[in-house]
Structures are given as C-alpha cells and as structure tokens.
C-alpha cells in the first residue's frame, strides 16, 4: 500500500520559516520525482517545486528565492523548506509522487495546513 505522510506544517507569522516533510512508503521512492503543490479556499491546486530523481529543481516564480526542495532517498522523503512566508502562502500543501521510468503513475498524500498570519 503505498503511502505519502506529510507534516511539518502550522500557523507561524508572516516572514517566519517552516519545513514540510512528506515521508513515502510502498515505493521504489528512487524511481519517483516529487513535488509539492498548495490549494488556498477558492483557488485550484497549483505547482510550487518539483525534484527529479537526479536532483533536478522547478519551482514557482511565486516561491523562487523562498523556499527549497530537496529530497533524501535513504529516508525515502522529500522536504520544502519555506523561508520569509506570506499571508499569500496560506494553502493546504500536498506532496505529489510521479514514476518516472516505466509506465505512468501517481500518487497523493492527504496534504498539510500551512497558515501564515500577518
């Protein structure tokens, strides 16, 4: 069964810090590109960073310069770290798994509030 656990997330005030982490499980998390993306009440889920199984980035001009993806295979997580938060940035956030060798899949975890006041 194949598990995303996302946590990390919280009310902090704006220009504060928080560190999202998704923990995957029941996958070869190696083969998979991951990605983070947010949806805010009344809005669609947008992308905000991606990393490839080689370590490759994307991001969201919206985040560009304020938050990091990085991923540790050996703990088969990945993590946003999201540095001088704006009001803007209040979403729940959701962590995305793609296989990238093979046939296509994806998965989803549950997502994580992230509530920034100003």
């Known amino acids: 069964q194949v598990q995303l656990v996302e946590s990390g997330g919280g009310l902090v005030q704006a220009g504060g810090s928080l560190r999202l982490s998704c923990a995957a499980s029941?996958?070869?998390?190696?083969?998979?590109?991951m990605g983070w993306y947010r949806q805010a009440p009344g809005k669609q889920r947008e992308l905000v960073a991606t990393?490839?199984?080689?370590?490759?980035?994307n991001y969201a001009d919206s985040v560009k310069g304020r938050f990091a993806i990085s991923r540790d295979n050996a703990k088969n997580t990945v993590y946003l770290q999201m540095n001088s938060l704006k009001p803007e940035d209040t979403a729940v956030y959701y962590c995305?798994?793609?296989?990238?060798?093979?046939?296509?899949?994806?998965?989803w975890g549950q997502g994580t509030q992230v509530t920034v006041s100003s």
């Open positions: 990393i490839g199984r080689g370590g490759s980035t």
């Open positions: 029941g996958i070869t998390f190696s083969a998979y590109g």
């Open positions: 995305k798994a793609v296989k990238e060798t093979g046939f296509y899949v994806e998965y």
